[in-house]
């Protein structure tokens, strides 16, 4: 089955530490995305990228960053730099940016402790 | 500023009809979208509209009146199942989504 795949669902991070969020598409998508969704906020923008080895910074990606070395994946470190890291992340992908449906992973809740 | 407002909460009857609103002014216009979202869940894209009118589908329409920078998504035969929080998102000019808070609908027997 076609599908986006973030793992793991629930993560507990140390402060101080880095920690990265995995997510795999095997839906030949071009665009990847990751957001940040906070309780009464609309989903934010960390980093997006439109092919392989590239990528943007969205609109709040201080204290993260991402690679892309294969269309597939599009892993989300978020270090010890990002001081309100506790929050639930999600991976998104679409065929291409100007495309109108994304489809998206299932999310992962981070939590520092 | 770019920003997206919808209700935060709304109370419905299983059976009924339900109309979630969305306003918007971002920097340009490149289509709207709903999606659904399930607590703890990952959000499921619903419609998508770029002409003003109605789009239906099922049991879901979503409307489009651009020059007012208005949107609403009606549900109508309301399920328990529809419970969930409703994200209204905007493309702009630059083809980067602009998210709506959310609206939390509570469907009640």
């Known amino acids: 089955d076609g599908g986006i795949t973030q793992s793991p669902k629930y993560l507990f991070r140390k402060e101080g530490q880095n920690v990265t969020l995995s997510c795999e598409q095997n839906?030949?998508?071009?665009?990847m995305y990751w957001y940040r969704q906070d309780p009464g906020q609309g989903l934010r923008l960390i980093y997006y990228?439109?092919?392989?080895?590239?990528?943007q910074k969205g609109d709040i990606a201080e204290g993260y960053s991402v690679s892309r070395e294969k269309k597939e994946s599009f892993p989300l470190t978020v270090t010890s730099a990002q001081k309100n890291p506790t929050a639930f992340y999600l991976c998104a992908s679409s065929p291409r940016k100007v495309d109108p449906e994304a489809f998206f992973g299932q999310g992962t809740r981070l939590t520092v402790v | 500023g770019q920003n997206i407002d919808q209700p935060t909460e709304m109370t419905a009857t299983e059976g009924a009809i339900v109309q979630i609103n969305c306003t918007y002014q971002?920097?340009?216009?490149?289509?709207l979208f709903w999606y659904q979202q399930h607590a703890g869940e990952a959000p499921t894209f619903l419609s998508y509209?770029?002409l003003d009118g109605l789009e239906e589908k099922g049991r879901f329409s979503s409307f489009l009146s651009r020059s007012k920078g208005y949107s609403y998504l009606l549900l109508k035969e309301l399920q328990m199942k529809d419970s969930a929080s409703y994200l209204c998102a905007v493309r702009d000019s630059n083809y980067q989504l602009i998210w709506g808070a959310g609206t939390k609908l509570i469907i009640k027997p």
């Open positions: 839906l030949n998508h071009d665009a």
């Open positions: 971002t920097s340009g216009f490149n289509g």
């Open positions: 990228s439109q092919i392989v080895n590239d990528f």
């Open positions: 509209n770029v």
